[in-house]
């Protein structure tokens, strides 16, 4: 999926070049909040997301 442009005073919602440095940024600050569900994740392995689900059924079974 094409990623759009932040800026509220353009009437393009494409990226600008100024933008795309920026925007480059953004990605990584959201697959971070994903945590090891998230691409490129260099923190924690990467985990597929039924794997992470079944993890997270099991937590909470645990602490209930």
């Given at each position: 999926m094409d990623r759009i442009s932040y800026k509220e005073d353009n009437e393009s919602i494409e990226l600008g070049e100024e933008e795309k440095e920026e925007d480059l940024k953004r990605v990584e600050e959201e697959l971070e909040v994903?945590?090891?569900i998230g691409?490129?994740?260099a923190n924690e392995p990467y985990v597929k997301f039924p794997e992470a689900i079944s993890q997270?059924?099991?937590m909470?079974?645990?602490l209930c």
């Open positions: 994903l945590g090891p691409f490129n994740n997270i059924d099991l909470c079974k645990d």
